[in-house]
């Protein structure tokens, strides 16, 4: 069997790529800094009037590093606008079972119709437009039925905190790795260049 076909297996435990740690610490720092100013600043933007959503700021993080396929500047577009799509669909389907139901159809119906087209709009055309359609809609769109009833009034802060989500947690993220990958890069250079000289 040809080796780049196999499979690994399933490992309960595995040793971490080389500067793995140093990047997941990086962001689990900068994560740590931000979870203590939000909940120092949030009763005091409560009282200002700005509703920055805990849910929609901080889940904007942990889909951005689950998209390990895509570079960092991917990542952000597509947990930007993906997230961001996602939850206009869900107001769009709160909407339309909003009409169907005042037009008499039935409660079942009025949901299914709407969502089935939001969910087949996400699936049909990812691959068109993947920084559009994708994963991290579907995670904001069924997130933000959790509180349906408030969908519609919220939904500007929704979009609000994932905005600020992307900006003050991914973009510094993604810089912070690559400063450090590449500060990584050029000490295994120098190190094999001084190794090259000793020979």
Known sequence: ??????????????????????????????????????????????????????????VTVTLF????????????????VGGAVGLLIAAAIILVYVEL???GTAPLVSISIPLVIGIGLLILAHPYMPAVFNNVGFVYLIVAFIDADNLIPMLPWYLVSL???????NLPCGVFINLYVKNLTKKAIAAAKKAEAVK
């Not at 900068?30 to 600043?41: D, E, G, P, S, T």
């Not at 998209?67 to 577009?77: D, G, I, N, P």
């Not at 905005?163 to 947690?169: E, K, T, V, Y």
């Open 65 to 80: 590093f689950m998209q390990e396929e895509l570079t960092y500047k991917q990542r952000f577009w597509h947990t930007l």
């Open 163 to 169: 905005a600020a989500g992307s900006l003050i947690l």
């Open 101 to 103: 139901l005042k037009k």
């Open 1 to 58: 069997m040809n080796n780049e076909t196999k499979k690994e297996g399933f490992k309960l435990i595995q040793k971490p790529a080389k500067g793995k740690m140093g990047a997941l610490l990086i962001v689990f720092a900068w994560i740590a800094v931000w979870n203590v100013i939000y909940q120092a600043l949030h009763p005091t933007l409560e009282a200002s009037g700005l509703h920055i959503v805990n849910w929609a700021f901080f």
